[in-house]
């Protein structure tokens, strides 16, 4: 993350937009009037939120069918953390696949700022990252990605698929609470390792630190961003949060406020950090069962 020259006029900006009622849009969102396949399992569309990126405003994202395939069937939205190329393109379609074989179609698509959607480096102020120095930035990079899944969605339940649920990881869990609070009731919301409170993110870790001297001590209310300050549309029984009881990035203490706030989703802590979690079977296994029981009824739910 690089330093900017921030004005207090941005600040403002960003301020004034995550308090905006609208800011992760309304109560219904269309789908993208532009998808298109560019292979059996690829996609892309253009991102309802556009920017002066061209790279960044269009949408990529892979899409997995169990078998017998069909769109109308539960489907799963898996969402990526910050800087985690490397996972989706190998943690996700191990994912997608363990998913599939469970009776559930998967979907996932590039988050704002990441992979394919990084701006060409052409000069001074073209951002390169999700997260950056500039506030207003990160601000309207978490709307786009908002706007993004809800396109996605949109789009699932255009084809007639009516049990959609969502699974995130870090950035992407943050992602996946805001969605369970916007969205018309998800079927499921997975969290794992979440970021619960971005005001905390930017206060307390390293990487967020060009950002800190950005503000320069500025008191900036980005409260309509923490998860803490919003309740879930779905039962209580269908979310899931799983935290890290060593976690360096999204703490325990974090998640199980979440929890309180939340009054009483599934909780499950589990003696890993940030990162390690990703890499044990057993969680992912047992997630996967959590999302099929959530996901399927009896008639079709897939054989073990």
């Known amino acids: 993350m690089q330093d900017v020259d921030i004005s207090r006029e941005r600040l403002n900006q960003a301020e004034a937009l995550v308090h905006r009622p609208d800011y992760y849009g309304g109560e219904t969102v269309a789908p993208p009037s532009d998808w298109q ?75 704002p700022f990441h992979g394919s959607r990084k701006p060409a480096r052409n000069g001074p102020g073209t951002p390169t990252n999700f997260l950056s120095g500039d506030l207003l930035h ?103 949060l799983v935290a890290s009881e060593h976690d360096l990035f999204a703490p325990l203490e974090t998640v199980e406020e979440l929890a309180h706030v939340w009054r009483g989703p599934v909780l499950w802590r589990q003696p890993h950090g940030h990162i390690s979690v990703l890499f044990s079977l057993p969680v992912m296994s047992q997630i996967i069962q959590f999302v099929r029981a959530a996901s399927l009824t009896d008639a079709q739910a897939a054989p073990d």
């Not at 943050?174 to 409170?197: D, F």
């Not at 001590?217 to 039962?235: E, T, Y």
Request: glycine share 6%; net charge positive.
């Open 37 to 111: 396949w560019q292979s059996t399992r690829q996609f892309r569309f253009t991102s309802p939120v556009t920017g002066p990126w061209p790279e960044n405003n269009t949408v990529h994202g892979h899409f997995y069918c169990a078998r017998p395939a069909t769109l109308s069937r539960p489907t799963i939205v898996l969402l990526h953390g910050w800087n985690a190329e490397a996972g989706y393109h190998t943690l996700f379609p191990w994912l997608a696949r363990r998913l599939t074989a469970a009776g559930m179609n998967a979907a996932m698509f590039e988050l």
């Open 138 to 240: 990160v601000v309207n990079a978490a709307q786009q990605a908002a706007a993004d899944a809800r396109a996605l969605i949109a789009w699932l339940r255009a084809q007639g698929c009516r049990q959609i649920g969502v699974w995130g990881i870090s950035l992407g869990a943050w992602l996946a609470g805001v969605l369970a609070c916007v969205e018309s009731p998800l079927t499921v919301a997975v969290m794992l390792t979440p970021v619960v409170r971005l005001d905390r993110l930017i206060a307390e870790i390293s990487f967020c630190a060009p950002l800190r001297r950005n503000l320069n001590g500025s008191a900036i209310d980005i409260a309509p961003m923490n998860l803490v300050n919003r309740q879930p549309r779905l039962p209580a029984s269908k979310v899931l």
